[in-house]
């Protein structure tokens, strides 16, 4: 059986790190679903948080190579866990001036931002998890989507709770 895993993969913020890492996992015949990479806290360090569907031995084999490569340092598997996940999405749709109002009532009701005003269309920003966009995909789709944008999925543990 295959499932969609989420590794949080912290490596050194150089040239070619990505590069190697992703090239690692395609080179084992996996498809990476969604890739996001930005610097952390710390400068000389990115994290990566890749979504691969894979199954145990594939997932296996994905990240004890990944801990082979000499610029990766932590390698946290966020699939089963109570993680923190989003995704950023940009919604252009066409909004005649008379269905204008409908599309932003939908955008307020999902609490997304119109980041942009056309003479008939509406740029819509929103953040939140997949089911959340793809639901705002869906009532979207009915007035029509010049152009979609989505970031990929970030994720990061929860804290531990105060007791």
Same mark, same amino acid.
């Given at each position: 059986?295959? +499932?969609?895993y989420?590794l949080?993969v912290l490596v050194?913020?150089?040239p070619?790190v990505?590069? !190697?890492?992703t090239?690692? #996992?395609s !080179? @084992?015949?996996?498809?990476?679903?969604?890739?996001t990479?930005?610097p952390? *806290?710390?400068? =000389?360090?990115? @994290?990566?948080?890749?979504i691969v569907? %894979? &199954?145990?031995v594939?997932?296996?084999?994905?990240?004890?190579?990944l801990h082979k490569l000499v610029?990766?340092?932590?390698i946290?598997?966020?699939?089963? *866990? &109570?993680? #923190?996940? !989003?995704?950023l999405?940009l919604f252009? +749709?066409?909004? =005649?001036?008379d269905r204008r109002?409908e599309?932003?009532e939908? %955008?307020?009701i999902f609490?997304a931002?119109?980041v942009?005003?056309?003479k008939?269309?509406?740029?819509?920003?929103?953040?939140g998890t997949?089911?959340?966009? &793809? %639901?705002m *995909?869906d009532?979207? @789709?009915s007035?029509g989507i010049?152009?979609l944008? !989505? =970031?990929?999925?970030?994720a990061?543990?929860?804290g %531990? @709770? &105060?007791?």
């Open positions: 059986m295959t +499932v969609k989420i949080s050194e913020n150089k070619g990505l590069s !190697r890492v090239g690692l #996992i !080179r @084992r015949g996996f498809n990476i679903d969604s890739l990479v930005a952390t *806290e710390d400068v =000389t360090m990115s @994290r990566m948080t890749i569907e %894979a &199954d145990e594939g997932y296996e084999q994905i990240t004890k190579q610029s990766v340092y932590k946290s598997d966020l699939t089963f *866990e &109570d993680a #923190i996940e !989003r995704e999405v252009k +749709v066409i909004a =005649t001036p109002h599309i932003i939908i %955008a307020n609490r931002n119109i942009d005003v056309g008939n269309s509406l740029t819509v920003e929103a953040t997949q089911s959340k966009l &793809d %639901a *995909e009532l979207f @789709r007035y010049r152009q944008t !989505r =970031t990929g999925k970030i990061m543990s929860r %531990a @709770r &105060d007791s």
